[in-house]
């Protein structure tokens, strides 16, 4: 499509060995180029997180409002290198 826009001109043999280029072949070489989604930081079900008792009003404990579940979110893209905004929730379990 390039080629026939005027955009890239190719000598033949090039052209020739790129339109023989299984998909597989072309994915594996362009692995490093390619967009890869961010992972995730958090390490949820962690043993500190499971030792830590979670109210909820599904529970019917009765909290009291006060009773706070909060969550730290990193916006950070693919890397935490350099600077980056962090967005905490709280949420009130007792009130909403």
């Not at 026939?4 to 060995?17: I, Y």
């Not at 994915?27 to 979670?54: F, G, M, N, V």
């Amino acid at each position: 499509m390039l080629e026939r826009a005027g955009e890239l001109k190719l000598p033949a043999e090039t052209k020739r060995l790129l339109v023989r280029l299984s998909p597989a072949t072309i994915d594996r070489l362009l692995r490093t180029h390619r967009y890869r989604r961010p992972r995730c930081r958090a390490k949820p079900r962690t043993k500190l997180w499971q030792a830590i008792p979670i109210r909820s009003e599904a529970s019917g404990d009765g909290a009291r409002p006060g009773f706070l579940e909060m969550d730290l979110v990193a916006h950070c893209g693919e890397s935490t290198a350099g600077e980056l905004l962090h967005t905490l929730n709280a949420v009130d379990l007792a009130t909403g």
